[in-house]
């Protein structure tokens, strides 16, 4: 999370996280927007979410967990 953090830079005011079920949850301004699992980013497969990480890459898609809806999936090398 440190790394990821730091990648945020100036934004990182409006994020936080919390652990969840051996992992950890991202919330912007209070509302979950991804999850941290196994050193992978799993961004909410929303508009937003697409935006936000469409313009630096190209995501994979996955589920965090099994059982799980697909996220955008973004390995740590490519924070």
């Known amino acids: 999370l440190d790394l990821l953090f730091d990648q945020l830079g100036s934004r990182a ?3 936080s996280a919390r652990r969840m079920f051996g ?3 991202l919330y912007r301004d209070g509302n979950p927007v991804a ?15 697409i935006a936000a990480v469409a313009a630096a890459m ?3 898609h996955g ?7 697909p ?9």
């Open 13 to 15: 005011a409006r994020y």
């Open 23 to 25: 992992e950890y949850c």
């Open 35 to 49: 999850l941290v699992c196994d050193d992978v980013l799993f961004v909410k497969d929303t508009a937003d979410g």
């Open 58 to 60: 190209a995501p994979e």
């Open 63 to 69: 589920p965090p967990y099994p059982g799980a809806r």
């Open 71 to 79: 996220h955008l999936r973004i390995p740590a090398d490519r924070w």
